[in-house]
């Protein structure tokens, strides 16, 4: 059973960073496009970020670029989300997805993403 599941969420103050580690099982993460997307209280999910199948192939949200960076280790399976800077509006659940059989680009459409996690909240707070 593919699986995706989200860890590293929490709460940390404005200018402070996380690191969110989405974990796949069941499939073999290589031969998948990863994203990142989240869904703050009462507004619609948005894409944050997404990697082709290395380092080199990334995309960024213009609300979140030069802030977070995405990375994967496809050895251990896991995609990661550096978040640093972060602010308030960051605020919501964020959730992993992932693409088959999409290497050399990514998408922010999430229609095009096969496997969703379940989300870890990100709270940004003083």
């Known amino acids: 059973q593919k699986q995706l599941v989200e860890s590293g969420g929490g709460l940390v103050q404005p200018g402070g960073s996380l690191r969110l580690s989405c974990k796949a099982s069941?499939?073999?993460?290589?031969?998948?496009?990863f994203g990142w997307f989240r869904q703050a209280p009462g507004k619609a999910r948005e894409g944050v970020s997404c990697i082709g199948n290395s380092d080199a192939i990334t995309s960024y949200a213009d609300s979140v670029k030069d802030r977070f960076t995405i990375s994967r280790d496809n050895a251990k399976n896991t995609v990661y989300l550096q978040m640093n800077s972060l602010k308030p509006e960051d605020t919501a659940i964020y959730y992993c997805a992932a693409e088959r059989d999409r290497l050399y680009s990514c998408s922010d459409n999430e229609p095009d993403y096969d496997v969703w996690g379940q989300g870890t909240q990100v709270t940004v707070s003083s």
């Open positions: 069941g499939f073999y993460s290589h031969y998948y496009a």
